[in-house]
C-alpha cells in the first residue's frame, strides 16, 4: 500500500468519524448557544461567527483539541487526561454532553475497528481511538474541530434561523483559524486552558432554562 492510498485511507476514516451521520448524537447539543440565541445575544451570520470564533480560539474548542492531542500522545496514560477533561467540564450539561458523545463514539469505533477505547469523554476517545489507528494527530484533530464548529452553526441555522448557505459561509470563514487552533493544540507542551467565560455561563443557564429544544 503507497502513502497516497494510506494517506487516502485515514482522511477517508476521519471523515466518516466526524461525519453528521456517525452515531454521537451531536445533532441534541448546542453548547449553550441555545439559551445565547434565546436571550438575543446571537441573531445573526455575524453574532454566529463571533460567538464560534471564541469558543473555538478560546474554550472548548481549543482544550478539546489539547486533550485530543494529550490523549493521541499518552495512550497508556489515558486516564490521567481523562480525569482532567472531566475536571474542565464546566457544569452539568457540558459533563454530559462530553461524556454521552464520547461513550457513544467509543461504542461504535470499538465495534468496526476494535480500538479498545471505552466510555471516556469525546475528546479523549476520539484521540484515542485516531492513535491506536495510527491516523495524523494534526488531521484528527483539524477534523475534530471542523465537525465541533459544524455543528455549533448547525444549532444556531435551525434555532435562530439562519439561512443554510449562510451558516456554510460561516463554516468556511472559520477553516484558517480551525487549522491555526488545531496546530497550537497539537504542539508538545500546548497550554491547556478554556477561557470562554459568556459561553459556559450560557451552558449553565441552560439547565434551567424553561423551553428547550436541545439537550446542552
Not at 456517525?22 to 441573531?43: C, K, M
Not at 463571533?50 to 473555538?56: G, L, Q
Not at 490521567?80 to 461504542?107: C, I, N
Not at 434555532?159 to 449562510?166: A, F, H, K, M, R
Amino acid at each position: 500500500m503507497n502513502t497516497r492510498t494510506i494517506m487516502s485511507t485515514d482522511v477517508l476514516t476521519l471523515m466518516q468519524w466526524m461525519s453528521p451521520g456517525f452515531p454521537v448524537g451531536a445533532f441534541a447539543y448546542s453548547h449553550g448557544l441555545e439559551t445565547v440565541i434565546a436571550s438575543d445575544n446571537l441573531r445573526d451570520a455575524e453574532t454566529l461567527r463571533s460567538w464560534v470564533t471564541d469558543i473555538i480560539r478560546y474554550g472548548a474548542g481549543r482544550s478539546d483539541a489539547t486533550l485530543l492531542a494529550e490523549a493521541w500522545r499518552s495512550t497508556d496514560n489515558a486516564e490521567k487526561t481523562e480525569a482532567v477533561a472531566l475536571a474542565l467540564a464546566s457544569g452539568a450539561e457540558r459533563l454530559t454532553e462530553t461524556r454521552d458523545q464520547g461513550a457513544a463514539f467509543a461504542r461504535t469505533v470499538d465495534d468496526i475497528w476494535q480500538t479498545a477505547v471505552g466510555p471516556c469523554t469525546y475528546p479523549v476517545a476520539v484521540g484515542l481511538a485516531a492513535a491506536r489507528r495510527k491516523l495524523p494527530l494534526d488531521l484528527t484533530a483539524e477534523a475534530y474541530l471542523h465537525a465541533f464548529a459544524a455543528n455549533l452553526i448547525s444549532a444556531a441555522v435551525r434555532l435562530v434561523p439562519l439561512g443554510q448557505t449562510e451558516g456554510q459561509k460561516v463554516l468556511a470563514d472559520l477553516g484558517p483559524l480551525i487549522t491555526e487552533v488545531a496546530g497550537d493544540a497539537c504542539a508538545e507542551g500546548a497550554p491547556l486552558y478554556s477561557n470562554c467565560i459568556a459561553g459556559d455561563i450560557a451552558a449553565m443557564r441552560h439547565e434551567t432554562q424553561y423551553s428547550k429544544v436541545f439537550r446542552t
